[in-house]
């Protein structure tokens, strides 16, 4: 409370409206899969267009080299054809996956990540004097006037007439050297003629067109421009540097004496084999945060509302993709189906495989051009479905139906006729199918669920819509007082932002009575509720369903079916 202690007049605020809430995102998808390159650990890194994806992971993965496990490039370039806006991308490698790396001298370089691109890197070093002191005085053999010491610290390497020196001290303009010089470094002209150079490198990394150019290096620790200090930052390498004691020209120091440039090449770098490739990679390894890996990865991030494991159809992987979602509760898995699996029955014995709201299954896979094979090629159709889910998302909204909708392909690895799909669609399996003169589309936005209440992908995907929305943005409740007071102003939140929804077209019903109701007081918590600290608010929305079945029943129209008008006319 507060106090009123002199006579006054007090103007004081306090907070009784109801606080906005803010929809979640819902067209952000995450990806895991094999990659050229690319962080293997941690959190999924954000990939905001193909463009971005081919700079942080590669290009595309050859057949003969991954085989079945090559479609992670392709899958995120359907995703953004097919309208995507972004998506995360968590790389998977084998088990015996090795990293590229050099030694030479006191310098070890090792790639950023595991596989055999980082024996394409090139690390070019080369000598440079940038900076110059000029010394006005001597005071002893190995004590000196400087100028000005501008960009000289203690610790740096400097040269004279050919001669290496360090420095060992820095006081205000006066320098001491390690040991003395041979000739005499004084100039008191002007303009010198004999001046101190600072003695540095230049390094330049490069690997698959990328290039990383780092000037003015150091090997002195206590200085800004310090190697793995500088080239800490890289996207390419990491480097390790030992001790060196001894007043030698840098890069003679990393290659040997005498050499003022060269370059090294880093080796040894393996993606691994397709043997070592098990259901293990993808789902990956919870070692706590920034050390998870495959599906795990995910555990780091809220965002992603989207995912898939592009053409990994291995039973445990699916099965702990559908679990992952059902676990968090705020993602949709779109799964793929084995690309030879074409016959009805097939198809329905690997669907039975799961039983979840969190999940739906497409078939069949896609045709696109194979820029690596040179020649049309067939690619899972889990990345272009999830583009077709953020495309509609951000077009219409969360709550219309990721059907009907056109897939930017040129072909299907089968076509399914109408009365196949009569037998696949009820048990949940969602056709890809090429229509007379409508192109190839989505056709099918089933669950793949035996719940017949979230039977569509638009329901279960606006009811974590809805749900995430309250949960992000209803922090504010927690500890306040538990009294009629607060139940007020949650009833009016949630309420408004139901409302917004239903005056968007998202709910059904003609009147927002019909179309939500948020219950919250003594009909909803006890006073042993109350007493323990919990307070309960009941939401019911009802959610649009799609029109999946058009029926218009037409009949014969005559005359005597009018009742003798027309003859009366």
Not at 61 to 85: M, P, W
Not at 474 to 495: A, D, H, I, K, Y
């Amino acid at each position: 409370m507060a106090e009123y202690l002199s006579p006054g007049v007090y103007v004081e605020e306090y907070d009784s409206s109801p606080r906005a809430i803010e929809g979640v995102g819902t067209s952000t998808a995450g990806f895991v899969g094999m990659a050229v390159k690319g962080p293997t650990i941690g959190a999924p890194s954000l990939v905001t267009s193909f463009a971005d994806f081919v700079r942080q992971f590669g290009g595309y993965l050859s057949e003969y080299t991954h085989g079945e496990y090559r479609y992670l490039a392709y899958s995120v370039e359907q995703f953004f054809a097919n309208g995507g806006t972004r998506c995360y991308v968590s790389r998977v490698i084998p088990e015996n996956a090795t990293i590229a790396s050099a030694e030479q001298g006191i310098l070890k370089v090792t790639a950023a990540n595991e596989g055999r691109w980082g024996n394409r890197i090139r690390v070019t070093l080369a000598s440079a004097n940038r900076r110059k002191m000029q010394l006005v005085a001597k005071e002893s053999d190995m004590v000196y006037v400087a100028k000005s010491v501008a960009g000289f610290g203690e610790g740096d390497l400097v040269e004279f007439a050919g001669e290496v020196n360090r420095i060992a001290a820095v006081f205000d303009n006066t320098v001491t050297f390690e040991r003395p010089f041979a000739g005499d470094p004084v100039d008191v002209g002007i303009v010198p003629k004999t001046v101190v150079y600072s003695l540095e490198m230049d390094v330049t990394v490069r690997a698959d067109g990328e290039t990383e150019n780092y000037t003015g290096l150091s090997l002195n620790p206590l200085s800004n421009n310090y190697l793995p200090r500088r080239m800490a930052s890289s996207n390419q390498v990491s480097v390790e540097l030992g001790d060196n004691d001894e007043l030698v020209n840098p890069v003679s120091a990393i290659l040997g004496e005498g050499q003022s440039s060269g370059t090294i090449t880093l080796a040894g770098g393996s993606d691994g084999s397709l043997s070592a490739v098990n259901a293990g990679v993808f789902i990956g390894v919870d070692g706590g945060p920034t050390k998870r890996t495959g599906i795990q990865s995910f555990l780091e991030n809220s965002v992603v509302s989207i995912i898939a494991v592009p053409g990994v159809t291995i039973p445990e992987v699916i099965v702990s993709l559908v679990t992952h979602c059902e676990n968090e509760k705020n993602r949709f898995a779109v799964l793929d189906m084995p690309q030879d699996m074409v016959k009805t029955e097939d198809l329905l014995g690997y669907r039975e495989m799961i039983d979840s709201t969190y999940a739906a299954m497409y078939h069949p896979w896609i045709q696109v051009y194979d820029p690596v094979a040179k020649k049309p090629g067939f690619v899972p159709p889990s990345g272009a479905v999830c583009g077709v889910y953020s495309r509609t998302d951000v077009a219409r909204g969360v709550h219309k139906a990721p059907a009907n909708e056109p897939v930017s392909c040129t072909g299907l690895s089968t076509y399914y006729t109408t009365r196949e799909q009569d037998i696949l669609n009820p048990r949940g399996v969602n056709l890809i199918r090429a229509l007379p003169g409508q192109g190839i589309r989505v056709w099918g936005a089933r669950t793949a669920s035996s719940n017949a209440a979230f039977k569509y992908v638009n329901v279960r995907r606006l009811f974590i819509y809805v749900e995430q929305s309250i949960k992000n943005n209803t922090n504010w409740v927690v500890f306040e007082p538990n009294n009629s007071s607060l139940w007020g102003r949650v009833q009016m939140t949630v309420s408004s932002f139901l409302e917004t929804m239903f005056r968007s077209g998202m709910l059904a019903g003609d009147t927002p009575g019909e179309a939500f109701f948020v219950n919250i007081g003594p009909s909803t918590m006890s006073q042993d509720d109350i007493m323990n600290g919990r307070l309960i608010c009941e939401i019911g929305i009802a959610p649009s369903r799609p029109a999946e079945f058009v029926i218009f029943r037409v009949t014969q129209f005559t005359a005597e079916a009018a009742g003798g008008e027309a003859s009366a006319e």
